[in-house]
């Protein structure tokens, strides 16, 4: 299991953050490695259930992942991404500042099978990974959301 924790204020409300957090398709303007990510179903606010698939290149390969919104609560977004390979959790917490919104980030990979072995080697590259959301989803939140 690999599990990354990054913090970061965005200088816009909560509910407009949570918001925009809460549609997974955004997901192409501020994860590094997502390139496609499609929502199944209606353009409706997204709500607990909601599915998204996302198509992402990790470290060259090519890998796709079927998301699910598990919890959308006021301080609280959840989603779960599974495939063959790994289960990816997203979890953002928020609170208010005098600042903006201050979002917390909690990435969870579990890899199934053989993948397992792999934790050790890949940790490093999930850690940048980190370290780049905490650039790129202000960033995209900040031209999404006005202020």
Do not use: Q
């Not at 290149?57 to 079927?66: H, K, M, N, P, S």
């Not at 991404?81 to 928020?94: H, I, L, P, Q, V």
């Amino acid at each position: 299991m690999v599990h990354v924790r990054r913090s970061f204020t965005v200088e816009r409300p909560l509910p407009a953050v949570a918001a925009y957090i809460a549609d997974f398709a955004h997901a192409v303007d501020w994860d590094p490695g997502t390139r496609e990510c499609v929502r199944d179903g209606d353009d409706a606010e997204p709500a607990v259930g909601a599915r998204w698939r996302n198509v992402s290149v990790f470290r060259g390969r090519r890998t796709e992942l079927d998301y699910r919104l598990d919890r959308r609560e006021e301080r609280r977004v959840t989603f779960t991404g599974t495939n063959k390979t790994a289960t990816s959790t997203d979890d953002f917490g928020f609170e208010e500042t005098g600042e903006g919104t201050r979002v917390t980030y909690d990435a969870t990979i579990r890899f199934h099978g053989l993948a397992r072995l792999a934790d050790p080697f890949l940790r490093k590259e999930f850690e940048r990974l980190g370290d780049e959301i905490t650039r790129t989803l202000p960033d995209a939140v900040r031209a999404a959301v006005p202020s």
